[in-house]
């Protein structure tokens, strides 16, 4: 008997919305797959594609993106933001090789635990099937880029 | 590892306790994360208990810690209780950090193994992120004492007079003539059957009178600068024509005026007001304005007939007055713009605007009001026939895919207080088409049933259309209700003398626009979105606005007293604190890492980030800054970082998440 594939899936949320929304679904007592792991972010505008990124070369399967409704947007408009960089980062892992399904963006506000839960394990689901991303350990190459990065950074005195 | 961390778990009871290997998760951080400065790891029954506190304030005396983390609800519950235990025990609040292992675990996943392991995870991130935080003070604001109200209807004159009474000065602008909104035009108020007027009259001229009130009628906000506590705005006072320090309002003006204009606000277009006018007789404040538009000196250059006969010395008609422009300061400010009412033409099938006896409701509690267009006869659109027949029509342009999907809320009571109306001072037949009958406050349900013990006729179904084809000869020359009514299965044709369409209630069309002024947003419908729907309904996310009446939602006028008084209730608080403080989670700018590229301008909803030409590079007001951190994920620079959520934490927490930290990586 071949065991079932359980995909790592790092989630990121807007602290106003689908943050709330992960708790609805919790006092809600509502079941979704435990493959998610959520930070908190004030906004899904802070979400630095370099994040989601991060999360893929360090073991993540998938990434879940969530904010507020187009409109709904604590911060106004900053979720535009988000679905803008959404839209090029897919262009960037299908470019890097990297199937673009597996960053997903869902809008979920702080009324819908039940859209939040249900999206979560079909994410899961659909993670699943793609498989493992494969790359048995961290990437290093990735890993030195962050540090010429921040090499580069440092500002000569 | 400099660091020294202590985790502490939490059972709630059995609420964690029952899905997570509560101990074991303790003992596994204290194990496993004990190189990345964990130096105890403990679990307890009840964290938030004063027992739970102390165990962590006695841990910080004794072990010296420098870091907290506590795995237990989510930090939207108890967040600030733990910080605030730490605070107690001489550690900074923001070195604690919360992470939820009850919403986001043990309530939401039923396999124990699976969700212990989560809950490792979890703690494992939080490790990670609260390496990296820093101590943080919050920001220290002064309040200016005086606050700005904008719009003069219910809401906003309640929320004047509640501030202006507890002795702080106000500013109150409205873009009318004068203050009064929506409730200045009714004739009576459900469920009481109060007179509108003489129920809000008397606040009107409280307003005017009011030692602490500034009133700028005929006046709009055109721009608001600075920050809760400091706000700048700029309002454009429109200019009257009529000189306020000398007229009298003795209305000699409007009468002698001989230019007559259907007026489309007060009136709702079923009366005619003259060129010069108030809109109505208890207006406040009292003068008049010239509609440039339609008066015929400002068209032909010839009249000048409210001139020639103004009584006063001297004269208080100046044609050559200009608009001003004003700045005001102000801590805080209220806004009460109100609705508008949906616009009944859009639902060509009900005949609107075609049809001549069919009647809006606007229209209709014109023609009820004593002071209106009909002198409070009920008529049909030839002004003398009395109706036998009349059906109300719910839920116009409410409660429908095709317009607006939410319930307007008022308009229920709204068809009751007209079927009741029309029974009282007609004796016509009157049929109720609804979907559902909502009468959820108090002395509503009595009413509703008052009306049906009046002989009310209610028929449960949309209309589907109103239309003057007969097919039936008792049909001709009548207004025909097609209905199907769903509590029998049948569908009827209604013949009736007059069709009163209950419209419902939408946001400004300007409201969005408005909202942007003040850095506020609007939700999917278009009203403004609270701070919290329930624990915060007149606070916004920007600091020091309030929201008050429709602008937030639809309601009747009771609500919006209510939350006028809430609005004025939290800026009083404001302004008594004197200095408030806010959370320090801000955005800021390193000056010698930006490259002055100026991408993050634009991206600020909120006006924060500046441009200093001097320097040439970009900077951010922490008062203005509302933490979103947009602007840190898009500096390519890399220049901003933000407080509490900054890359370093974000990362780290990734790489904890994903347990990276206990087999460290080999380049």
């Known amino acids: ?157 | 590892m400099s660091e020294k961390i202590g985790v502490y778990v939490c059972h709630c009871g059995t609420n964690i306790a029952g899905t997570v290997d509560v101990k074991g998760v303790a003992e596994w951080a204290a194990e496993h994360l004990k190189h990345r400065g964990v130096v105890i790891g403990r679990e307890y029954k009840f964290m938030c208990s004063s027992l739970g506190q102390e165990l962590v304030e006695k841990d910080i005396k004794e072990l010296g810690l420098t870091r907290v983390i506590v795995a237990a609800c989510s930090p939207h519950l108890h967040e600030k209780t733990f910080r605030t235990a730490c605070e107690r025990a001489g550690l900074n609040p923001y070195l604690c950090e919360m992470v939820s292992i009850r919403e986001q675990v043990s309530w939401v996943h039923a396999d124990k193994a699976a969700a212990t392991e989560k809950s490792k995870a979890v703690i494992s991130g939080g490790v990670e992120r609260v390496l990296h935080n820093e101590p943080l003070e919050p920001i220290r604001v002064p309040i200016h004492a005086d606050t700005l109200v904008v719009g003069g209807g219910i809401a906003g004159i309640q929320a004047a007079l509640e501030i202006a009474d507890a002795g702080y000065h106000v500013c109150l602008v409205e873009r009318e003539p004068s203050i009064g909104g929506h409730m200045a035009q009714f004739d009576k108020t459900f469920p009481t059957l109060d007179c509108s007027a003489c129920i809000l009259t008397p606040k009107m001229v409280d307003v005017g009178n009011h030692p602490n009130i500034t009133l700028l009628t005929w006046s709009e906000v055109v721009k608001v600068d600075g920050f809760v506590g400091n706000f700048k705005a700029t309002i454009r006072k429109k200019a009257r024509y009529v000189n306020t320090d000398t007229c009298t309002g003795c209305g000699i003006c409007w009468e002698k005026c001989p230019k007559k204009v259907v007026d489309n606000v007060y009136e709702a277009g079923l009366g005619n007001r003259k060129a010069i006018y108030t809109p109505f007789a208890q207006a406040v404040p009292r003068y008049p304005v010239i509609d440039v538009e339609n008066c015929t000196y400002f068209k032909n250059g010839k009249c000048k007939a409210c001139q020639i006969f103004c009584p006063t010395e001297p004269n208080s008609i100046n044609f050559d007055q200009k608009d001003e422009m004003l700045e005001v300061q102000a801590g805080n400010i209220i806004l009460a713009t109100g609705y508008d009412l949906f616009d009944a033409t859009r639902i060509p099938q009900y005949g609107y605007g075609k049809l001549p006896n069919v009647f809006t409701s606007l229209e209709f509690e014109r023609m009820c009001n004593a002071a209106g267009p009909t002198e409070g006869k009920i008529v049909l659109r030839d002004k003398t026939t009395t109706p036998k027949s009349v059906v109300i029509v719910h839920c116009v342009g409410s409660r429908d895919e095709n317009y607006n999907k939410y319930c307007s809320g008022i308009c229920c009571m709204q068809s009751l207080k007209f079927a009741h109306l029309v029974m009282e001072r007609t004796g016509a037949e009157v049929y109720n088409c609804y979907i559902d009958i909502r009468t959820p406050f108090k002395d509503y349900e009595e009413f509703y049933k008052r009306v049906l013990e009046e002989g009310g006729h209610f028929i449960r179904g949309k209309v589907a259309e109103v239309t003057d084809a007969a097919r039936l000869p008792e049909e001709e020359g009548k207004l025909i209700v097609q209905v199907e009514d769903t509590l029998i299965g049948k569908q009827r044709r209604i013949p009736v003398d007059m069709v009163i369409l209950s419209a419902g209630i939408e946001p400004r069309h300007d409201a969005k626009e408005v909202g942007k002024l003040f850095g506020i947003a609007c939700g999917a419908s278009g009203w403004y979105t609270e701070k919290h729907p329930k624990l915060d309904p007149v606070a916004t996310m920007t600091e020091g606005i309030y929201i008050a009446g429709c602008v937030q939602g639809p309601k009747d006028i009771p609500v919006s007293v209510a939350q006028g008084a809430a609005a004025a209730a939290r800026v009083l608080g404001k302004i008594q604190q004197g200095v408030i403080s806010l959370e320090p989670i801000k955005a800021s700018i390193n000056e010698t890492q930006c490259s002055g590229c100026r991408i993050c301008n634009g991206l600020c909803p909120f006006n924060a980030i500046a441009f200093i030409e001097d320097d040439k590079v970009s900077s951010i007001n922490p008062a203005l800054c509302q933490g979103c951190g947009t602007c840190v994920a898009a500096c390519p620079a890399g220049a901003i970082s933000g407080t509490g959520f900054s890359d370093a934490q974000i990362i780290a927490q990734i790489d904890g998440l994903l347990l990276r930290n206990l087999e460290p990586v080999e380049a």
């Open chain 1, 1 to 157: 008997m071949t065991e079932q594939f359980e995909p790592t899936i790092i989630g990121f949320t807007c602290n106003w919305c689908s943050y709330r929304a992960a708790d609805l679904a919790g006092t809600s007592r509502m079941k979704y797959a435990p493959n998610v792991r959520l930070i908190r972010m004030m906004c899904s505008g802070r979400l630095d594609p370099t994040f989601v990124l991060r999360a893929l070369s360090g073991g993540a399967d998938g990434v879940m993106i969530t904010g507020c409704h187009p409109g709904e947007c604590h911060y106004i408009e900053q979720n535009y933001k988000a679905l803008r960089r959404f839209l090029l980062l897919r262009r960037v892992l299908t470019g890097l090789g990297i199937e673009p399904e597996r960053v997903k963006l869902v809008w979920a506000s702080a009324a819908e635990g039940a859209r939040f839960a249900s999206e979560t394990t079909a994410f899961v689901e659909e993670i699943r099937k793609l498989g493992p991303l494969n790359w048995g350990k961290p990437v290093a190459a990735l890993e030195n880029l962050q540090e010429e990065v921040s090499k580069l950074e440092e500002v000569p005195a």
